[in-house]
């Protein structure tokens, strides 16, 4: 069976569920979730895009990120993706919710996705999912904000604009 995807209104009340595939067709709002994961000394930990997935590939990212899926609160959507994306198993209560932004498409500026972006402190093994991610690292801020300054089109472009102030 395929999951569904929860689909929202323009104010982030949900409406629905369908495919992740009709979502996008239809260009859906939807609802993701986004986690940045920091260690006790303070680096952050960015995943790259795995080469055989349809958005972004290859593009540096968040640690993990997903769709909250159909039945699902952004935070428990969050927990998921550590453990699915990471092998990360945490609960609701390890996340600090940083802010929920609109994210607009880049040609229509009609919203698109809503972001709730989560900050979690790990200092354990991480098993990341190959089909998710093909390069985990681990970035100092001064040396992120100049990777970001240098290399923008490394990174995807909803990265740029959420991660900056997070530093």
Same mark, same amino acid.
Request: charged content about 30%; hydrophobic content about 35%; aromatic content about 8%.
């Given at each position: ?12 009340? *949900? ?83 940083? *802010? ?62 959420? *991660?900056?102030?997070?530093?």
């Amino acid at each position: 069976m395929t999951a569904k995807v929860t689909i929202v209104d323009e104010d982030d009340n *949900v409406i629905g569920a369908v495919t992740r595939e009709e979502a996008k067709e239809a260009n859906y709002n939807r609802r993701l979730v986004c986690i940045m994961v920091r260690n006790s000394n303070e680096k952050i930990l960015l995943s790259r895009v795995a080469e055989t997935k349809s958005f972004c590939p290859g593009k540096w990212s968040y640690s993990a990120a997903g769709h909250v899926d159909e039945g699902e609160i952004y935070e428990q959507a969050a927990v998921r993706e550590l453990k699915e994306e990471l092998g990360i198993e945490r609960n609701a209560a390890d996340l600090t919710f940083i *802010v929920k932004k609109r994210i607009c498409d880049l040609q229509t500026q009609k919203p698109k996705h809503f972001h709730s972006i989560y900050t979690i402190t790990y200092d354990g093994e991480i098993y990341p999912d190959a089909s998710e991610i093909s390069e985990l690292r681990w970035f100092g801020k001064e040396e992120l904000l100049d990777e970001l300054h240098n290399n923008k089109e490394e990174y995807i472009y909803t990265f740029l604009d959420d *991660v900056i102030p997070l530093l």
